[in-house]
Structure formats: C-alpha cells, structure tokens
C-alpha cells in the first residue's frame, strides 16, 4: 500500500479532526466533521471538496491513526443473514443468559416516537435515545409510500396503550426540512385510525441565533443539522424527550428486568445440571 504524506498543514488538519472524533461517544459523518471545522477552526464552505479528498485518503492509507472506519456512512447498512450457533450446547449457553426484556411503554404516561430528517446523523440519535428505549425513524428525502403506510400500521398498534401518542421530529432548517415531515404526516393521519400529536422540535428559527447554528456550506441560506454544536444537539434531543418520558421509571423497569434476569439464569442453570445437558451436546 502507496504510504500517504500529506503536507504539514494538511496533517495538522487530520490530527485535528481524529481528536475531534474522538471526542464524541458515537460514530460521525464527514458532513459532521467539516462543520466543526468550519465552525472551530475557520475552514471556509469551499474547502469541503478539499476535506474529503485529503482525509479519504487518510482513511484508505490507514494514515497515523486513521482508518476506513474512522468515519460512518449511517446511509447504507447491509443485512447479515445465515449466521448462528454452532451447537445444541452453544445455543443453550447462550439461551441461559438471555436477559428479560419488560415493556417500556407500559411504565410511561405518554407514547412518543423520534422522527428525524437527518439519517447520516443516526448515531448521535442513537445513542443520545437509548437509554430511553425510544423508536427511531429517520427520514432520508420524501418517505415512499411503503414506508408511510408502516408507519401508520405501527402507530394503530400503540393504541393498545390507550395513552396519548408524540411525535417529536428533528431536521433541518430549509425547504425540505420543513416539507418533508408534512408531506408524510397528511398520508399518515389518513392511514392511521388514532391521534397523534407532531411537534418540530429543532431546528427552528429560534435556535438559529441563540444556539449560533452557521449557515450550510453547501446550500445557500439554510441551516443543517450537523452545524449544531455538540452540547446543542443533545440539549434538544434529550430535553425534549425529558418533556414527555420519564427516564426514572425506564430505570424502574430495567431493575425489574435484571431481577428476573438473574433469577432466569440460576433456574436455567439448575435445569441444566439436572439434566446434565452438556452431556447430552458435545462440541
């Protein structure tokens, strides 16, 4: 493999940006990246062309630190099929430490869901959702009519909760950051039997000078996601969720869960010995 040896400036750059990365608890996107850069180092809007060539090849060349997987593309995912236990042994170890799994809905007074428009921005919803064990639909472009009518399909389900339903949907700040969301929801209201509240959580106008959100470098006067700050970003995330979701009384049921997880585990081992099972399936 052709070693890689940027200019001084440019691995001044690249070091940069890895400690940058490395910053955050989840995965980012160049788009990510480069908007710190332009908003902590002063890179301009047209070196983004720039950007992508010079740290594409950090990746590809595993230069100083850098690897292919170094950046996530949260567009593309594949579909793992095919793998499994090697064995009747195997699959009952495994079966013995299968933890209790307690419905999460059951424990809150309100049903709400995450929509957001930025799919290539799915880890930092990912995690900054899980410890609430909240449902999670991004949206890349005008949803397709199969994915709509899912949706609603999904959302008539949660009317078994009787509780009322929220959808707190997150995108840009741009035309079809605000079309998007509407042209779903008019298709999804009339395929889905219940009521459900929709409420744009960010980015709105007012986040716009009080969160100091700059500009998209690549389109004209609109404003993305991925400018927003880190603090900023979870700030919306988790307190608009806190608004509408306890998070006490998900730990609540995630201490149930670990209860009967552990008493599962000494019942299955019992069983196990009883039967000397592992005599049964040998390697």
Request: glycine share 4%; net charge neutral; proline share 3%.
């Amino acid at each position: 493999m052709k070693e890689y040896n940027p200019q001084a400036k440019t691995r001044e750059i690249l070091d940069w940006c890895l400690i940058r990365i490395q910053s955050v608890p989840y995965r980012v996107t160049s788009r990510w990246l480069f908007y710190r850069l332009v908003e902590e180092k002063g890179k301009k809007k047209s070196d983004y062309k720039n950007f992508l060539q010079y740290s594409s090849r950090a990746r590809k060349r595993f230069y100083n630190g850098w690897r292919p997987d170094t950046l996530v593309d949260d567009t593309r995912k594949a579909t793992e099929r095919g793998f499994g236990y090697f064995t009747e042994k195997s699959w009952l170890e495994h079966f013995k430490k299968e933890e209790a799994n307690f419905d999460k809905y059951e424990s809150q007074d309100n049903i709400i869901e995450i929509w957001f428009e930025a799919q290539a921005m799915y880890s930092q919803f990912d995690y900054y959702t899980r410890p609430f064990h909240l449902t999670l639909r991004p949206f890349k472009g005008d949803a397709s009519i199969d994915y709509k009518w899912s949706i609603a399909q999904d959302l008539n389900y949660l009317a078994r909760y009787d509780k009322p339903i929220t959808i707190l949907y997150f995108g840009d700040y741009d035309e079809k950051g605000f079309s998007i969301p509407i042209s779903a929801i008019k298709d999804i209201r009339e395929w889905c039997d219940i009521p459900f509240e929709f409420i744009r959580c960010g980015i709105n106008r007012e986040h716009i000078g009080s969160m100091g959100i700059i500009k998209a470098f690549d389109k004209e006067a609109t404003y993305q996601w991925e400018a927003l700050n880190e603090d900023n970003a979870k700030a919306l995330i988790v307190g608009n969720i806190e608004e509408y979701w306890s998070l006490e009384k998900i730990k609540e049921v995630e201490r149930k869960e670990a209860e009967a997880t552990s008493r599962w585990i000494k019942t299955m081992e019992k069983f196990l010995r009883e039967k000397g099972s592992y005599d049964k399936y040998p390697m």
